[in-house]
C-alpha cells in the first residue's frame, strides 16, 4: 500500500509540474505576442531655420525613424508651408527623398513675416505631422507687411486630410482625416466631412469614425464629375471646433 500511495504523489506531483509548464508556455507566448504585436512609433525629425531673409532659398528637412530603423520607404512626405494668419492659402510641397530616412523641400518666402512649416508624413500605416515657425525678415519690416489676417487666431489643431490620387464618380472612395492637437493624436473628437460641388450650396454631410487614435474614416461616392470642397469639421466635448477646406477633382 505505500508503494501504491508513492507512485499516487508521483504522479500527482507530476501532473502538476505539466500545468505550471503548460501555464508558463500560455505566458511565454502571450508575452511574445505582445511584443510582436507593439508598434514602434514613428517620429519626425523636422528641420528648419529659425530666420531667413526674404527673397532666400530655405531647405526643409524631415528626418523619419522608427525605433532605431531609418525609415525610407514613407508612403508620402510633404511640407505644408503659410504665413501666420493665412493657414486657408497654405501651400503643400512634395518632399524628395536623399536617402538614410531624409526627405528634403525648398521654397522662397518672398515676404517678411512669420511662418509655419509643417511636415505631413504618411509611413508603415502611421502618421505624424510636427510644425516649426520661421521668422522671415525683421520685425520691422514683418509689422509694414502686415495683412488684415496677421492677428487671427493661429489655430493649435493640425488637419491632414488623406485622399486617392484619382477619383471617379460612381465609385465608392475614402477620405481619412488625421488630427492632432499639440503634436499629439487628436482622440475622441466627432469629424464629419462637409462635401459640395464648386457653385453649388447644396451639400451631403458625412460622419467619420475613428478607426485608430488620430485617425478619421468616412466613406462616400461622386455622381458627378467636376470640382468640389471637402470641409473637414472637428469638434469635442471640450468646446472645440475647427475645420478646414480642401479641394478634389473627380473624373468620369
Not at 531667413?52 to 510633404?78: H, L, N, P
Request: net charge negative.
Amino acid at each position: 500500500m505505500k508503494k501504491i500511495g508513492s507512485w499516487v504523489s508521483i504522479l500527482s506531483i507530476s501532473m502538476v509540474l505539466a500545468a505550471c509548464g503548460q501555464d508558463n508556455a500560455n505566458e511565454s507566448n502571450n508575452a511574445s505576442t505582445a511584443e510582436e504585436t507593439q508598434v514602434e512609433t514613428l517620429d519626425v525629425a523636422l528641420e528648419t531655420p529659425e530666420n531667413a531673409e526674404k527673397g532666400e532659398k530655405i531647405t526643409f528637412s524631415a528626418t523619419v525613424t522608427q525605433g532605431e530603423e531609418k525609415v525610407d520607404d514613407a508612403d508620402e512626405v510633404m511640407f505644408e508651408v503659410w504665413k501666420e494668419g493665412s493657414k486657408e492659402n497654405s501651400e503643400m510641397i512634395e518632399a524628395s527623398h536623399d536617402g538614410e530616412g531624409v526627405y528634403t523641400a525648398e521654397k522662397e518666402l518672398d515676404e517678411a513675416g512669420k511662418y509655419f512649416v509643417q511636415s505631413h508624413v504618411t509611413a508603415r500605416d502611421l502618421h505624424t505631422m510636427p510644425k516649426n515657425e520661421i521668422m522671415v525678415g525683421s520685425e520691422e519690416e514683418a509689422a509694414s507687411e502686415t495683412d488684415e489676417h496677421a492677428h487671427e487666431h493661429e489655430s493649435d489643431v493640425s488637419i491632414h486630410l488623406m485622399k486617392p490620387e484619382e477619383i471617379k464618380a460612381n465609385e465608392d472612395v475614402s477620405f481619412m482625416a488625421h488630427l492632432q492637437k499639440d503634436e499629439e493624436a487628436l482622440t475622441g473628437a466627432d469629424v464629419r466631412f462637409e462635401i459640395s460641388k464648386v457653385d453649388e450650396e447644396k451639400a451631403e454631410w458625412v460622419d467619420a469614425e475613428e478607426m485608430k487614435d488620430g485617425e478619421y474614416e468616412g466613406a462616400t461616392s461622386f455622381k458627378e464629375a467636376g470640382d468640389y470642397t471637402v470641409t473637414i469639421h472637428v469638434e469635442n466635448d471640450e468646446g472645440l471646433h475647427e475645420h478646414t477646406e480642401e479641394s478634389v477633382t473627380i473624373t468620369e
